[in-house]
């Protein structure tokens, strides 16, 4: 196995020489770089990472669990995290917990484990305290993503009140009273945000706790069950918002077995959409959350306190763009 010791002999300098041009710890001239260079291309040497994190106390690695990577929000900020995490030389593991806290918990552990320099965590449904107690025992800095809570972390996520209020007064706007909020499981914090901003919005439009309708379910086949029976009902829904791609999905399943024509027997709108919405016939009104940017932002959040431990955890909302299209009827004066 070729050594540093090799190298620094074909270069002809000397091993701390070598270490310092690898690591980065002191300038070193260009004709001597050139050379260390040349010879680590031509040994083929490699470090040994292991020992290189032992001697720095640093990984170069930090960790990321989200609850479905293949969901296209949290893949977007997925993207966002590692293109920011390969800039800086930084090695990203990734965990999915499937909404499932106690896999969650393990995921957490096992990163730990692992000695990653930090953690980004968008925690499963009903996660409770408990999933960050082992953070308690261990001084890695941890940045909470999309799902946003109360302890006092780094965290960033998007703003979900505004964007459910203008939708439901555009909706207001076009003559709707009967809108259908499809909120999944609100043990998930973005979820649990956006089912209370359209309560306050119904309420603000003059229509009654008992005339609002949702559909609050903790697996697929319930959020299915509700939808349908909202649908069915002898005063069906006049319009449906989508709380998520997966719950949309769910609901377009639905509108579509039942014959309806969007906009003229039922208006749509969902936060995150799909890719390659253009194809959709109509097109389909979307609260575009900027994905790609909160994992950038939760990288740069982590990199930044895994240098500097001290001060204020910060917390950082990132603004959705609506984009009004056919399937809500005509745009809204702006």
Known sequence: MTTMVKVAQLAGVSISTVSHVLNGTRHVGDETRQRVLKAIEETSYRQDALARAMRRSRTDSIGLIVSDGGEPAFAEMIRGVEETAARQGITLLLANS???????????????????????????????PEALSEFANHDTPLVLMDRLSAEPYDQVGVENREPILELVRHLVAQGHERILLVAGDTRVATLQER?????????????????QLAVIAFEPAETDAGIEAALSAAEPPTAVIACSTVLAAA????????????????????????????????????????????????AELLTKRIADKSGTPSVVRLAPLIEYRASTGPRPAS
Not at 105 to 114: G, H, K, P
């Open 251 to 298: 609901a377009l399943r639905r509108i579509q077995q039942r014959g309806l024509r969007m906009p003229e027997d039922i208006a749509f709108a969902t936060f995150d959409g799909f890719a390659y919405a253009d194809l959709f016939e109509p097109q389909l009104t979307t609260v575009r959350q900027p994905a790609f940017q909160v994992g950038v932002t939760a």
């Open 195 to 211: 089912h209370a901003a359209f309560a306050d919005a119904m309420a603000a439009a003059g229509i009654a706790p008992s005339d």
């Open 98 to 128: 499937a909404e499932d806290p106690k896999r969650e918990a393990r995921a957490v552990q096992a990163l730990l484990e692992r000695r990653v320099d930090g953690l980004i965590l968008a925690r499963a449904a009903g996660s409770g």
